[in-house]
């Protein structure tokens, strides 16, 4: 009976402490913050393009023709939602965003090349069909996409950030 009450008490006085667990760098709980909304400086929907200089074509025996490389896609309106999950290989990034209007596909996210070194700072963009549709109700516009990293693509990472049309949200590490 002694022992029993002492292994009760040993056992009780080590998981108390371990309630640091919580707050520490090895939960997995705390490898990216909540995401936040922030404003975004001038129009980050519109990127500098010269419609009179043709694209670099890059081509090769199994390189698909000039017509399917031609990017439709636009900013979509907003960006909602934000989450970061790890995996055993590195980490996805869940984004949700509302569009102008019904009929937006082929929703993705594309990685701006300019951002620095500690950042990953993602365009949330999608194809608008070429008539004209309703815009409708916003359960009928959200659009949700989904883009898995690697631990080399997150090495030295802190900010992670998705950009629309109208705002952009971001987590830190």
């Avoid at 594309?110 to 990953?120: A, F, I, K, Q, V």
């Avoid at 549709?133 to 359960?139: A, D, K, Q, R, V």
């Avoid at 631990?151 to 950030?161: E, F, V």
């Avoid at 998705?162 to 971001?170: F, I, K, T, W």
Wanted: glycine share 6%; with cysteine; aromatic share 6%.
């Amino acid at each position: 009976m002694r022992i029993s009450i002492v292994a009760l008490l040993i056992t009780g006085i080590t998981l108390s402490g371990c309630s640091s667990w919580q707050g520490s760098r090895a939960n997995p709980g705390n490898w990216f913050n909540k995401s936040r909304s922030v404003e975004v400086p001038g129009d980050a929907s519109v990127d500098p393009v010269n419609a009179l200089i043709p694209a670099e074509k890059e081509g090769g025996l199994f390189s698909r023709s000039s017509d399917s490389e031609e990017d439709f896609s636009v900013a979509v309106a907003s960006v909602t939602d934000l989450k970061i999950e790890r995996t055993p290989s590195g980490a996805i990034i869940y984004a949700t965003g509302l569009a102008a209007r019904q009929g937006a596909h082929d929703v993705w996210l594309r990685l701006n090349e300019d951002s620095d070194e500690t950042s990953l700072e993602y365009s949330f963009r999608a194809v608008y069909p070429e008539t004209a549709t309703p815009i409708g109700s916003e359960n009928t516009r959200i659009l949700r996409v989904a883009v898995s990293l690697t631990h080399q693509d997150l090495a030295g990472i802190k900010l992670i950030r998705v950009s629309s049309e109208s705002n952009a949200r971001e987590t830190r590490r």
